[in-house]
C-alpha cells in the first residue's frame, strides 16, 4: 500500500512539473522583499506603465511618480510584484501591477489593478478601491521616486552598424550607454548636427524629428526609457545617398556628427560619415540595441 502511494506521488509531481514547465514559469519560491531603487524593479516598473499606457491609449500620458513596494519571485525567469503611484497631470492613483520578466529578458504585463498597496504601520493593504484617481493628498514620505533623467555625464555615445538599400537609402544607428552606477531614463528625441572636420554644420543638411522606424506604427510616440547601468538605449536616423541621387553634382560627406541626448545639456561629438543630398530625419529614444 505504502509503494503504491508513493509511486502515485511520485508521478503526480511530475505532472505538475511538466505542467509548470509547459506554462513557461517554473516557480521555486515565493515572493521576497525587494529595494525599490534597485535597476531592475525601475526597468520593471517603467515597462509596466508604458503597457499599461500602450494598450489604453485612453491613459496617454500616464506617468510613474514613485514606486512604494517590490517584490520579487524567482520562476523561468522573475516576476515582479510592484505597488506604484501613477498620475496623468494633477491626478494620481496607485496601482498593484505584476512584470514577468523570461529568460530572454523580454517583459510582459500579466497584472494591473487599482489598490492601496503600499505599506502601513498596521500591516499591509492589497484591496482594490473603485478605480477612480484621488487628489495626491496622502502621499506617503516613504515612497522612492522613479529614475531620472539622464545627464551627460552618466551617458557614453557610439555609432552602431548603419544599413543600406536600394535608391541611395541610408540607415544610420546611434547607442547610448549608462556608463554610472545609478538607473537614468532617456524620452523623446536627441538633437542631432551632421558637421564638417571643423564642427561646423554643413550647409544645407535640413535635420527633422519625424522618423519612424521600419515596421513600427507612423503614430507611434516616444515612450520613456529607464537604463539600468551598463544597458543601452538607441536612436536612429535615415537619409538618401547624395552620390546615388544628385548626378553629377557632389554632395559633401559629414566627418562627424554632434549629438545631445533628450533633456541633457553637453554635446556628444563623434565621427560619423553622413552624405545626405535631401536632409537627415532622427528617431526617437528606443531602448535596447538596433536591429
Not at 491609449?57 to 517584490?71: C, N
Not at 501591477?97 to 510582459?108: D, G, P
Request: neutral net charge; proline residues 5%.
Amino acid at each position: 500500500m505504502k509503494t503504491y502511494l508513493t509511486s502515485g506521488l511520485a508521478a503526480l509531481a511530475v505532472v505538475w512539473a511538466l505542467t509548470a514547465a509547459v506554462s513557461g514559469q517554473i516557480v521555486t519560491g515565493g515572493y521576497r522583499t525587494a529595494s525599490t531603487d534597485d535597476p531592475e524593479v525601475v526597468a520593471a516598473a517603467d515597462f509596466a506603465v508604458g503597457k499599461r499606457v500602450e494598450t489604453n491609449p485612453e491613459q496617454e500620458g500616464m506617468e510613474l511618480r514613485s514606486i512604494d513596494k517590490a517584490e520579487t519571485q524567482t520562476v523561468a525567469g522573475v516576476n515582479y510584484r510592484l505597488c506604484l503611484t501613477v498620475a496623468i497631470e494633477d491626478e494620481s492613483q496607485q496601482v498593484s501591477a505584476i512584470v514577468y520578466r523570461n529568460l530572454q529578458k523580454e517583459y510582459k504585463l500579466t497584472s494591473w489593478t487599482p489598490a492601496d498597496c503600499a505599506p502601513s504601520g498596521d500591516g499591509e493593504s492589497s484591496a482594490p478601491d473603485d478605480g477612480s484617481m484621488n487628489d495626491g493628498s496622502g502621499t506617503r514620505s516613504s515612497r522612492r521616486a522613479a529614475a531620472a533623467d539622464c545627464t551627460k555625464e552618466q551617458l557614453a555615445l557610439r555609432e552602431a552598424e548603419g544599413e543600406a538599400d536600394m535608391g541611395g537609402k541610408r540607415y544610420g544607428s546611434y547607442v547610448f550607454t549608462n556608463i554610472s552606477k545609478k538607473p537614468c531614463r532617456l524620452a523623446g528625441y536627441p538633437r542631432f548636427r551632421v558637421l564638417d572636420a571643423s564642427g561646423r554644420p554643413l550647409a544645407g543638411v535640413a535635420v527633422t524629428y519625424d522618423f519612424t522606424l521600419p515596421g513600427e506604427d507612423e503614430n507611434a510616440k516616444p515612450k520613456a526609457v529607464t537604463l539600468a547601468p551598463q544597458t543601452t538605449a538607441y536612436f536612429q536616423i535615415f537619409y538618401n545617398d547624395g552620390m546615388a541621387l544628385s548626378g553629377k553634382k557632389r554632395v559633401p560627406v559629414s566627418a562627424k556628427v554632434g549629438v545631445t541626448a533628450p533633456k541633457t545639456t553637453g554635446e556628444f561629438i563623434i565621427k560619423s560619415a553622413v552624405q545626405a543630398c535631401c536632409g537627415v530625419q532622427v528617431s526617437f529614444i528606443h531602448g535596447g540595441l538596433p536591429g
